[in-house]
């Protein structure tokens, strides 16, 4: 098992993001700029959100990417909550990325940062 310590939420950022967009302060190609790979790891990796997009009111994703010296290449790969388990288990505490990603309109945004680390 697996616990998340540490979190920093980016809820904050993310609301003054969507207020000056339709304040008309940031372009759509700014906010709106998913990748490819971004956007597969969503579908492939990721989980329903609970929310819908924020821009197209359609359904999101989100997704996890773990990020660590010690994970060698597998540092910045999408990843499910069992493989963060997994890699916990193997590796110690690593640090993990939740992003959620609209598939139709390609917004994305870092929602929150925390440590995984093995359950005491
Ligand atoms: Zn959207």
Known sequence: ?????????????????????????VLIDEICDADFLLRAA??????ASARECPICGKEMREVTWVYSERLGR???????????????????PITVHLVEVCAHCKWNYLLKEFTAVRQA
Do not use: C, K, P
């Open 42 to 47: 969503a579908e492939h990796h990721g989980q």
């Open 74 to 92: 597998r540092s910045g790969t999408a990843r499910n909550e069992d493989e963060i388990a997994r890699l916990v288990a193997e590796v110690g």
């Open 1 to 25: 098992m697996v616990s998340f310590i540490h979190e920093i939420s980016h809820e904050w950022q993310r609301r003054t993001t969507l207020r000056e967009f339709r304040q008309g302060r």
